[in-house]
C-alpha cells in the first residue's frame, strides 16, 4: 500500500494517541451534551403535548390549573380533591359538550397509578390527538369490578387479561403500609396497546368500584351497617376527581367557537377549578424553555472551549512537528498540502468526537429519560432527531476545522530550512 | 577545473549542441540538457546589511550523472544556495534549471511539484520521518513522484534492498535503525523518485572519517547507478579526496571568471 495524505493523518494521530483521545474525548461530550439536550426537550415537550389528547378541558377542584393538568392527566401527584358526580349534571347535559368522562384518581396498585372512569375513556377520549386507544389484549369494561391495565403496567406488573388482582386505597398511607381491600377482587378485561403517555402506567377500573371501596371504608368508620352496592351508593359518595371536557366541533378543530364561550362561563364558577390543558403545557414549556435556553448556551459554549482545546492540542503538535512538515514540503508537498494536513487532522477528531458524541447521547438520552419516569412517571421516548444530528455533526466538525486553521497555518508557514537544521 | 559553456544562444547552427572549453581546447559534444544550470544567480536574505549577496554565482553546471563536491567553510552560502536550487528559495536574480526547467521562474506549487519529482535531498541529521518503517519513509517520497500508487511498495522494497536493507529492517520503524542503516534510507528516499539531480547537505558531518568514506562512498554509488547528478556541499576537509570533481564556493562565487551562460547570452 502506498503511503497517501490519510496515512500521514493517520500515524500523527495515532503517535499522539492520548493528546488525541482526550481531544476526541472532551468534544464528543460536548457534542454528546447538546445532543442529549435536544433530544430531551423535544421528547419531554412530545410527551407532555400527546398526553392531553383530544381533551378541550379540565375541569377538577384542585388549587391550580396547572396541578390539576399535570395530576389528572400526567398521575404526577394525587388531585386536592373530589367532588359529587352529580355536581356536573347541568355541565354534562350542556348542548355545547360532546363528551363529558368522569376520573376518579388516588389509588395505586404495586405502585401504579389507577384512574377510575367509564367505557368512553377507551372510546372517545384519545391519548393522543388522532390516535384512539387500541386493546392489545381483550376489551373494556363489561362488569364493575374489571380493570384495563395500560400497556407499561401489564408488562411491570406482568397480569394478563383474566388474571385476578386486588387494590389498595392511596398510593401510601401514613403507616407507610398500604390499606388492601381484600374484599373486592377484581378481573382484568383488557390490555391496552402502548400510547407513549403517561396513562401507559395506569390501571383503569370502573368509577362504581371505586365509588364501592371508598363506600365501604367510610361506613365502616361511620358504623353504617348496610353494605354498599352500586344500587344504595349516595350522592356523595359517588364523587370524581376530574372531568375530561371535549366541545362540539368539526372533526379536526382544536378551538370550535364554543370552547372560549364555554371556559369563560366555568371560570365563573369558583368552587371548581378548570384548565386548558394544551395552553397549560404550552405554558409550562415557556417556563422550562427559558431555562433549556440558558443551558443550550452552556452546552454551545462547552463545545466552543473544546474547540479552543483542538487548537491547542494540535498547535502545540505541530510545533513538534515542523520538522515533519519540513520534510514533507522537500520532498515535494505544497504549503497548500500541509495546510490541509493540519487541517485533516482536526477534521478527523471533529468527525470523530461527533461520533462519540452520538453514542454518549444516544446511552445518556436513555438514562435520563429511565431516570425521569424513575422519579416522576413521566414517560419520555428519546429520540434523536436525524436532522439535529446532521446540523450538530456538522457544526462540530465545522467548528473543529476552524480550530485547525491556525495549526495549520503554522505548518503552511514553515520554513522549510531552518526546521531542517540539526539542533544546536 | 573544468567549466562547462553553452553557446545555444550564440549561433543558430550549434543550436541544441554543447560546447565544452577546456583548457584553450574546442570541441563539440553530442546534445544533452545539463541535470543542473545555474546562471547569474544572486540571493540576499532580507534585512542583510552591504552590498555582498549572500550567494551570487555567475555559472555552474551539472552535466547528466556528473557529481561535484562544493566545499566552503560554515556559513558561506552552501545551505542557502542548494535551498535555492530545490526551489524553497526565490533568488533575487538569475536563473536555476533542473533538467533544463528553470525553478526559480515557477510558481510555488510547481516548484513542489518539480522538486517532488526531479530532486532528492539528503541531509546531515536524515531528516527521516520518525514513527514510520524505513519502506513509508520511501513511500513517502513517491507520493511526489509521477509513479503510480500500485507501484509504490515495490519501488521501494526494491530500492531499500538494493542499497542493502534487508526486509525485515524495512519494516521497521526508522527510529529504531542503526545510523548506517538509516543513511542507506535516506539515500534510497533521495532516489525514490529517480532524481536528475541529488543534493546532499552535509552527509558525512555527523560520521567519524572510515563511516565518512562509506557514507560518500554509497551516495555516489546509489546516485550513479540511478544515473542521478549528484552535488554535495560540505565543509569536511577530507571529503575533496572521494569526489572525482571538487570547487570551493570562492571559485564559482562573484569574482570568478565571467562566462557565457545558457540563456542569457555573453557576459
Redesign the interface.
Known amino acids: 500500500m502506498a503511503m497517501t495524505d490519510l496515512a500521514i493523518v493517520g500515524r500523527s494521530l495515532t503517535s499522539r494517541w492520548f493528546a488525541t483521545a482526550t481531544t476526541v474525548l472532551t468534544v464528543g461530550v460536548a457534542v454528546g451534551l447538546l445532543l442529549v439536550l435536544v433530544s430531551l426537550r423535544s421528547a419531554g415537550e412530545q410527551a407532555f403535548a400527546r398526553g392531553t389528547g383530544n381533551m378541550h378541558l379540565l375541569v377538577s377542584a384542585d388549587s391550580s390549573p396547572l396541578n390539576s393538568v399535570l395530576n389528572s392527566v400526567f398521575y404526577m401527584g394525587n388531585p386536592a380533591a373530589a367532588k359529587p358526580l352529580s355536581a356536573f349534571a347541568a355541565l354534562r347535559a350542556d348542548p355545547r359538550v360532546s363528551w363529558a368522562i368522569p376520573v376518579v384518581q388516588g389509588d395505586s396498585f404495586q405502585g401504579y397509578p389507577t384512574l377510575a372512569t367509564t367505557n368512553e375513556f377507551f372510546t372517545s377520549f384519545e391519548p393522543a390527538r388522532g390516535s384512539p386507544w387500541r386493546f392489545e389484549q381483550g376489551a373494556g369494561f363489561k362488569n364493575t369490578f374489571d380493570v384495563v391495565l395500560g400497556a407499561e403496567a401489564a408488562a411491570g406488573t406482568g397480569l394478563r387479561v383474566g388474571d385476578h388482582l386486588h387494590l389498595t386505597h392511596g398510593t401510601h398511607d401514613e403507616s407507610g403500609h398500604a390499606h388492601e381491600h381484600d374484599e373486592f377482587h377484581f378481573e382484568i378485561s383488557g390490555i391496552l396497546a402502548p400510547s407513549a403517555t403517561a396513562h401507559d402506567r395506569a390501571i383503569f377500573t370502573t368509577t362504581e368500584a371505586t365509588w364501592l371501596i371508598h363506600a365501604t371504608d367510610l361506613r365502616e368508620s361511620a358504623r353504617n351497617p348496610v353494605a354498599p352496592t352500586v344500587q344504595n351508593l349516595r350522592d356523595d359518595e359517588k364523587v370524581i376527581t376530574g372531568l375530561y371536557i371535549r366541545v362540539k366541533g368539526r372533526a379536526n378543530t382544536d378551538a370550535p367557537p364554543a370552547l372560549q364561550e364555554l371556559y369563560a362561563e366555568l371560570r365563573k364558577d369558583g368552587t371548581i377549578t378548570v384548565a386548558q390543558p394544551g395552553s397549560q403545557v404550552a405554558s409550562l414549556f415557556k417556563v422550562v424553555g427559558g431555562i433549556d435556553r440558558i443551558i443550550f448556551a452552556l452546552a454551545a459554549a462547552v463545545l466552543v472551549s473544546s474547540s479552543i482545546t483542538i487548537m491547542l492540542v494540535l498547535y502545540q503538535a505541530m510545533e513538534l512537528r515542523r520538522r515533519q512538515v519540513a520534510v514533507l514540503r522537500v520532498l515535494g508537498a505544497s504549503r497548500f498540502r500541509v495546510f490541509m494536513l493540519a487541517l485533516t487532522e482536526a477534521a478527523v477528531i471533529g468527525i470523530a468526537a461527533s461520533l462519540l458524541g452520538v453514542a454518549v447521547a444516544f446511552v445518556g438520552a436513555h438514562s435520563v429519560a429511565f431516570a425521569v419516569y424513575q422519579s416522576i412517571g413521566l414517560t419520555i421516548s428519546p429520540s434523536l432527531d436525524l436532522r439535529w444530528v446532521i446540523s450538530i455533526v456538522a457544526g462540530a466538525t465545522a467548528l473543529a476545522c476552524l480550530a485547525g486553521i491556525v495549526p495549520a497555518a503554522v505548518a503552511y508557514r514553515t520554513d522549510v530550512l531552518r526546521s531542517l537544521r540539526p539542533i544546536g | 577545473m573544468r567549466r562547462y559553456f553553452d553557446l545555444r544562444r550564440a549561433s543558430a547552427l550549434y543550436a541544441g549542441t554543447r560546447v565544452e572549453a577546456f583548457v584553450g581546447g574546442v570541441y563539440y559534444t553530442p546534445a544533452v540538457t545539463d541535470a543542473l544550470s545555474i546562471c547569474d544567480l544572486t540571493f540576499r536574505f532580507p534585512g542583510t546589511p552591504g552590498e555582498t549577496p549572500t550567494v551570487g554565482i555567475p555559472a555552474l553546471s551539472l552535466a547528466p550523472g556528473e557529481q561535484l563536491l562544493l566545499t566552503g567553510p560554515s556559513g558561506c552560502g552552501k545551505?542557502?544556495l542548494l535551498?535555492l536550487i530545490?526551489g524553497?528559495?526565490t533568488a533575487d536574480a538569475g536563473t536555476i534549471s533542473i533538467a533544463g526547467e528553470n525553478i526559480q521562474a515557477l510558481g510555488?506549487?510547481a516548484r513542489?511539484?518539480l522538486?517532488?519529482?526531479r530532486i532528492g535531498?539528503v541531509?546531515?541529521?536524515f531528516?527521516?520521518?520518525h514513527?514510520?518503517t524505513a519502506a513509508?519513509n520511501v513511500?513517502?517520497?513517491?507520493?511526489?513522484?509521477d509513479l503510480q500508487?500500485?507501484a509504490?511498495?515495490e519501488r521501494a522494497t526494491q530500492l531499500l534492498s538494493t542499497l542493502g536493507l534487508d526486509q525485515a529492517h524495512q519494516t521497521r520503524r526508522v527510529d529504531r535503525l542503526s545510523v548506517g542503516q538509516q543513511q542507506r534510507v535516506a539515500v534510497a528516499?533521495a532516489l525514490a523518485?529517480s532524481p536528475t539531480l541529488v543534493l546532499a547537505d552535509e552527509p558525512t558531518?555527523?560520521l567519524d572519517p572510515d563511516n565518512a568514506a562509506a557514507a560518500v562512498g554509497l551516495l555516489r554509488s546509489a546516485c550513479s547507478s540511478a544515473n542521478a547528478a549528484l552535488l554535495c556541499v560540505s565543509h569536511d576537509p577530507a571529503l575533496p579526496a572521494l569526489f572525482p570533481r571538487h570547487v570551493s564556493m570562492q571559485e564559482i562565487g562573484p569574482g570568478a571568471a565571467s562566462t557565457v551562460c545558457a540563456d542569457g547570452g555573453a557576459r
Do not use: V
Not at chain 2, 513511500?139 to 513522484?145: R, T
Open positions: 545551505s542557502t535551498s530545490a524553497l528559495l510555488s506549487a513542489d511539484r522538486r517532488g519529482r535531498m541531509f546531515q541529521t531528516n527521516l520521518l514513527g514510520f513509508e513511500m513517502l517520497a513517491l507520493m511526489f513522484s500508487p500500485r509504490h511498495r528516499r523518485c558531518a555527523s
